[in-house]
């Protein structure tokens, strides 16, 4: 628990960037995630850091700008899913300012399926963060296999305090 996020967050390493995200939440809440800065970059070297006892020795810069992050998951979940549904639409290569984590996924053939319930979550970063949220579900609609599930709301709270500014 970080002690200055009264609501618990704490950065987690997914990937290989760090991005913020809370714990123990439920599909339901993941529209939380989406608003705090995130890492450029240097995630695998600041937890082999933080893992060594040398934070202290790393310099890292945080992105200010909004990232907003979709969970893509498993129609059924979070009760009974299916696994080895085959995805296709992956990004072949990594576009400025997107990312598809990898959750509940596995490769199968030389393909990718699903292995869990939380399958993915695409992310994206924008200039405010209904540009981030708008890139982030072009990536969610590149993106497919059977009985996909994802939320459509996902960041409308930030854009409504993000507007009232």
């Not at 608003?35 to 850091?49: I, S």
């Not at 199968?108 to 993915?120: E, H, P, S, Y």
Request: one cysteine or more; glycine letters at 10%; a positive charge.
């Amino acid at each position: 628990r970080r002690h200055d996020d009264p609501q618990g967050r704490a950065r987690v390493p997914l990937g290989l960037d760090l991005v913020q995200a809370p714990l123990h939440r439920r599909l339901a809440q993941i529209d939380q995630i989406g608003t705090q800065p995130h890492h450029d970059g240097l995630g695998l070297r600041v937890a082999e850091a933080a893992v060594e006892g040398r934070l202290d020795q790393i310099q890292a810069q945080w992105d200010p700008r909004p990232a907003l992050g979709i969970v893509m998951a498993a129609g059924g979940y979070p009760g009974q899913y299916r696994k080895g549904d085959i995805i296709s639409g992956l990004p072949t290569h990594e576009e400025a300012d997107t990312k598809v984590f990898h959750a509940g996924t596995a490769q199968q053939d030389g393909r990718i399926v699903t292995a869990g319930g939380r399958v993915l979550c695409a992310c994206a970063l924008g200039d405010s963060v209904y540009q981030a949220k708008l890139r982030a579900y072009e990536l969610v609609h590149q993106i497919r296999w059977d009985n996909v599930y994802y939320r459509s709301d996902i960041g409308y709270r930030a854009i409504a305090r993000e507007q009232q500014r």
